[in-house]
């Protein structure tokens, strides 16, 4: 007899799950079972008077080359970019990654960087923290310069109290290449990023929109507005509850909805497991939907900004990424701030948000006045980043052990509490269907 399963969360990691499972016999039936109005998650693109926008930038690029493949084949048709990153640091546009673009700096600054690097006193160190990494790989000179100050920024958490996941993928750079971006040539850096694609229409959410189009109905059935309540395990098989009063059952559940969730639906969690829960960092994320009535950022897409007086730690143009998304000789923007509850950005009033923005574009220099700041629409999301803090690894086995006793499967970015883009989250999907 086939196997009745239960997907929490209706996602990228949610639909793919499903896209993978539904290929094999002994899976009879597939729910999804998703909290908003439509599916998709994070990978999400929103409409407001005739514009489309993402929740955050969303590119479509991998080392994973099945898994990138596999990603541009749901799309109907997709437009082929070349990376235009900057980092915006005094007034000055260095093209990303920073230590490829040295020669931008001013001379004290660069100085200070070349020094720093070629006589680096904690090379010899192992690193355990995000900032002993940066300090390690790149001495303190870029670390202080930027590194520093764009991610307190963005994660709004001190880097000596983070680990290393999140950035020992990062190559380090050659005495060679220091010497050249120092004299002025600028290196490509991160090859695999540099040309990437994105949908012709549609925005990001044609990814997942292409995903279930190949979900088969006979199998799959997605429900939308299913705030899950309630995860009970009754021998061999799992009640789910929704706040609307619905019940579901099946022999198999899998969660890609937030840790938090789950847990809090579900019965008889040891005190152990909740605390271990609560102590897991995320921060939240709002996006300012920008227009300005002229482009004043060229033919760029994302620019970084660690300026601690600009409120916002990344701005992308939606216009780079083709003709759908252009209108006009106008420009309009993702502007991203990222918060967390009770923090001065989760208690400011709209008003001031809108004031902080407005600001920010005319500081660096995306707008001449205010006025001329057109904020479209704003849209918050509370799970965006997962926060890789010192505590993060002995939490999450402990959690991971718990929910497998339970026989509850963790997919996906917040399930089970990973930062992984959207080829990562493919490729754990289907090792994932590959292993059940």
Same mark, same amino acid.
């Given at each position: ?56 930038? &969303? ?11 596999? +990603? ?11 990376? %235009? ?5 005094? @007034? ?5 990654? $920073? ?7 001013? =001379? ?8 720093? *690097?070629? &006589? ?44 290393? %996941? ?5 190559? @380090? ?22 040309? *990437? ?32 309540? !309630? ?36 019965? =008889? ?19 300012? $939907? ?29 216009? $780079?990424?083709?003709?759908?998304? &252009? &209108? ?24 001031? *948000? ?11 220099? *995306?707008?001449?006045?205010?006025? =001329? ?38 997919? !996906? ?8 883009? +959207? ?10 269907? @590959?292993?059940?």
């Amino acid at each position: 007899m086939g196997k009745n399963i239960i997907i929490l969360g209706a996602g990228l990691s949610g639909i793919s799950t499903a896209y993978f499972l539904q290929e094999f016999d002994w899976v009879e039936s597939i729910a999804l079972l998703e909290k908003e109005s439509r599916p998709g998650g994070l990978c999400r693109t929103i409409e407001k008077d005739g514009y489309l926008y993402d929740i955050g930038p &969303h590119i479509l690029f991998s080392k994973d080359i099945e898994m990138l493949e596999l +990603m541009l084949s749901v799309l109907e048709e997709k437009n082929d970019l070349k990376r %235009s990153n900057q980092i915006l640091y005094k @007034k000055r546009q260095i093209q990303y990654p $920073f230590e490829n673009d040295l020669s931008k700096l001013p =001379d004290e600054e660069l100085s200070y960087c070349i020094n720093a *690097f070629n &006589h680096n006193p904690y090379e010899e160190y192992e690193a355990s923290s995000m900032i002993q990494f940066f300090l390690k790989t790149f001495g303190e000179g870029i670390t202080n310069t930027y590194l520093r100050p764009y991610n307190e920024k963005i994660w709004k958490y001190d880097p000596a109290f983070m680990n290393t %996941s999140m950035v020992d993928r990062i190559p @380090k750079p050659t005495q060679e290449e220091i010497r050249r971006s120092a004299a002025g040539e600028t290196i490509e850096g991160y090859l695999h990023q540099l040309y *990437f694609s994105y949908p012709s229409q549609g925005g990001i959410e044609a990814v997942p929109n292409g995903f279930l189009k190949r979900l088969d109905p006979a199998k799959c059935a997605v429900y939308t507005g299913k705030t899950v309540c !309630g995860v009970e395990r009754i021998g061999e098989e799992y009640t789910v509850r929704t706040a609307d009063g619905g019940a579901y059952e099946a022999d198999m559940v899998i969660s890609t909805i937030p840790i938090q969730a789950l847990t809090a639906a579900s019965r =008889d969690v040891p005190e152990e497991i909740r605390e271990c829960v609560n102590s897991l960092r995320y921060n939240s994320i709002a996006i300012s $939907f920008v227009r300005t009535p002229y482009d004043l950022c060229g033919e760029n897409y994302a620019f970084m900004i660690p300026d601690k007086n600009v409120t916002f730690h990344r701005i992308s143009k939606m216009d $780079f990424l083709g003709s759908a998304y &252009h &209108h006009g000789d106008e420009a309009t923007y993702m502007v991203e701030v990222t918060y967390r509850k009770n923090d001065s950005v989760d208690i400011m009033t709209e008003a001031k *948000f809108q004031e902080e923005i407005r600001d920010g574009m005319v500081e660096i220099g *995306f707008a001449r006045r205010k006025e =001329d700041v057109d904020i479209l629409d704003i849209t918050k999301y509370e799970y965006a980043y997962v926060i890789y803090d010192l505590n993060h690894s002995g939490n999450m086995v402990k959690i991971r052990d718990y929910y497998a006793q339970q026989g509850i499967i963790l997919n !996906g970015r917040f399930g089970n509490f990973e930062y992984w883009n +959207m080829d990562r989250v493919l490729r754990e999907s289907y090792e994932l269907s @590959k292993r059940l």
